[in-house]
Each structure stands twice: as structure tokens, then as C-alpha cells.
């Protein structure tokens, strides 16, 4: 008889809403609708801060770029494009979830301004519908295209973070012109997983994606235009290219996410890494370092995951404790793999865990 993931990969699966059999740790019915509450408040607030941060760490660069010498400018530049990468990905991921308000509304008013900050370094609307099918079928070859296990670390990957990520650049620049001026469905959606996002029995679902990408083109090349004709023209390199400048720290908070996790297993606690954070991490981040948590239960709102983790800790492996050791652990673990392809990390539970499938 088949199951369910055999008879998902043999069906043309773009519309299908089934997901695999997960495993899920208990916890009291009661207590999960408790957290799955939305608030306005800590999310706008939140969002305000991190607006308003990104905004003076960009006017300090601008005011550098006519006062300062060269030494200030690129200092300045660099340090307002590390906070911008750092915790602009984790706010237009955790909007995407469309959990973050009560208020719907509010939810997609900041997702646009997001994607406005983030032009071509990030595409919500692409994102979204990838996504779903990666909750769906976290890590399972052939069926997510988002994440693909095992993932490797190459040394250009750390010069690019730390630099400028001329080849990421070049990709996602190529892809909003595919997107907003190709004429054809097959053109315009080049890739199996492009194709399965946007399944032809859903043509309003592409022509969102068109006109987004048309408006995002046309608008960065507008403010291209009055940025150097007004002598501002380091702006160009603040807002269109800034999300692909200094993004070392944001690679280092989002790979352990599944690197050398088990593939092709309806487990989240198994493909998935949860690591404890300190506030400021947690703070741009948005507690995502909370992430077999987040996927198990995606519709507790970000705010809350620290308490889900703390109702289900004793069902789960235990966690890394800051950034270092959690890259020791994957280091060790990318060392391994090299001999043994099979090797995955070891978990470890406070308890013998309920379910081990």
C-alpha cells in the first residue's frame, strides 16, 4: 500500500495542501491555543525599532558620505548593510507566516514595506508560496526545493558574506527582470520548483509576482536616477545593493537552521535545530533560533516560542547553547559527513523521547 509521501511524489503536487505524517511533541490543547494568540503591540513595537534602526544607521551613512572621509563612509555603509541582513530576512520570513498580528492588515502593510527595504535581495511573494510547501515537507528530496539536505559550506560563501555577494547579486537582479518583462509562463518560471509554486490552475498567483517584480525594477531604477542626479548616488548602494553587502552574520544565525540534519524524516526534531540565543540575536532574528519549535507549531507567533519551547522542552533534543557552540557542532559534524555521508547530528534528550520516528 502506498503512503502518504510515495503517493505526494508520484502526483504533480503544486496544489495539493497535504502535508507528510509529522511527528508532533504533545502538548495541552489549552496551552497551544493560549500561545497561538496574536498581539498587535510587541510585534509593532518590534518593528518600529527595527525600522527606525535601519533608517539612522542609513542617514548616518549618507551624513558620513558628505562629511566624512572615505575610511567613515565605507564603515558606515558596511555596518548599517550588517544590521540590515542580519534581521531584514527573519522579519519578511516571520511576516510571511502572516502570524506576527492580530491585525491582518498591519501584517501586510509590513510585509510590503519590508519588501520595498529588501528590492531585490528578497521577493515575498515568491517566498510565501515556497515556503508552505517547506513546512510541508521540511527537507524531503524532490518535494523542498527551498531547503536541500545535505547543504554545504564553501569557501566563497564566507567571502561573499563578508564582502559583497556579487554572484547572489547578479542572480536575484537576472530573476526580477525574468520576472517582470518575460512574456511566457515558461520563461518567466524557469525552474521545476518556480513551476510548482506557481501551478498554471492559479494565474492570479503569477500575475501578483509580475506586477510586484515590475514594480520593484522600475522603482529602484527611478530612485537610481534622482540618487546620482542629486549627488546621493551612495544611496544606490545602501538600498538596492545593501542586501547583498555584509551578510556574514545573518548566514551564521540561519544556516544552522538544517545544516547537517537528517533529510527524508517526518521529524522536525531530527532535520531541525533549535539553538539558545542571546537577546540581542533573538531581537534581529526574531526567535527563529527557536526553530524545531516554529516548525512544529508555525502558528505560534514568534513572541510566544520561548514559552512553546519551555511546555515541550522534555520531548525535545537538547539545545546548543549560543552561536559558537552551536558551530563547533556543526563543523563536527560537516568533518564527518565527509567521511561518512550518512552521519547526522546526534541528539541528545533531557528524557527518552515519546516518539523517535
Not at 497535504?18 to 493560549?34: D, S
Not at 558596511?78 to 498591519?106: D, Q, R, V
Not at 533573538?282 to 519551555?310: C, D, G, Q, S
Not at 557542532?329 to 541528539?347: C, G, H, N, S, T
Request: with cysteine; charged share 15%.
Amino acid at each position: 500500500m502506498a503512503t502518504n509521501e510515495q503517493t505526494i511524489r508520484a502526483s504533480d503536487f503544486s496544489d495539493t495542501k497535504k502535508g507528510l505524517e509529522w511527528y508532533q511533541c504533545p502538548i495541552e490543547r489549552k496551552l497551544l491555543l493560549q500561545l497561538m494568540k496574536k498581539n498587535n503591540w510587541i510585534p509593532l513595537l518590534h518593528n518600529i525599532g527595527q525600522l527606525g534602526f535601519w533608517m539612522a544607521t542609513a542617514s548616518f551613512a549618507l551624513w558620513t558620505f558628505h562629511n566624512l572621509s572615505w575610511p567613515w563612509i565605507v564603515g558606515a555603509v558596511y555596518f548599517h548593510c550588517f544590521f540590515l541582513n542580519f534581521g531584514g530576512g527573519a522579519n519578511g520570513h516571520e511576516l510571511s507566516h502572516k502570524t506576527m498580528f492580530k491585525t491582518p492588515a498591519l501584517n501586510e502593510f509590513f510585509i510590503r514595506i519590508n519588501g520595498i527595504l529588501f528590492g531585490f535581495g528578497g521577493n515575498y511573494i515568491t517566498f510565501r508560496r515556497s515556503h508552505v510547501k517547506h513546512h510541508q515537507f521540511t527537507v524531503h528530496n524532490d518535494l523542498d526545493m527551498e531547503v536541500i539536505l545535505p547543504l554545504k559550506l564553501r569557501w566563497y560563501n564566507w567571502i561573499f558574506g563578508l564582502t559583497i555577494n556579487i554572484q547572489g547579486m547578479y542572480i536575484s537582479i537576472f530573476r526580477y527582470f525574468r520576472y517582470a518583462f518575460s512574456r511566457r509562463r515558461e520563461v518567466i518560471l524557469k525552474s521545476v520548483w518556480e513551476q510548482r509554486n506557481f501551478p498554471e490552475t492559479q494565474p492570479m498567483a503569477l500575475k501578483k509576482l509580475v506586477n510586484w517584480a515590475r514594480f520593484i525594477v522600475i522603482s529602484h531604477l527611478l530612485l537610481a536616477v534622482v540618487f546620482i542626479a542629486t549627488g546621493n548616488w551612495i544611496l544606490v548602494m545602501i538600498i538596492t545593493f545593501g542586501p547583498f553587502t555584509a551578510g556574514w552574520f545573518g548566514l551564521i544565525t540561519t544556516m544552522p537552521q538544517h545544516i547537517g540534519m537528517k533529510p527524508d524524516i517526518a521529524d522536525w526534531r531530527q532535520n531541525t535545530r533549535t539553538y539558545i540565543a542571546g537577546p540581542i540575536v533573538r531581537f534581529f532574528y526574531w526567535n527563529m533560533n527557536y526553530h524545531v519549535e516554529h516548525h512544529m507549531y508555525p502558528a505560534v507567533p514568534y513572541y510566544n516560542l520561548p514559552k512553546l519551547r519551555k511546555a515541550i522542552e522534555d520531548d525535545l533534543p537538547i539545545a546548543t547553547r549560543g552561536l559558537i557552540t552551536t558551530w563547533r557542532e556543526v563543523f563536527k559534524i560537516l568533518k564527518r559527513q565527509k567521511q561518512d555521508p550518512e552521519y547526522y547530528a546526534e541528539l541528545v534528550y533531557p528524557l527518552e523521547p515519546l516518539s523517535n520516528s
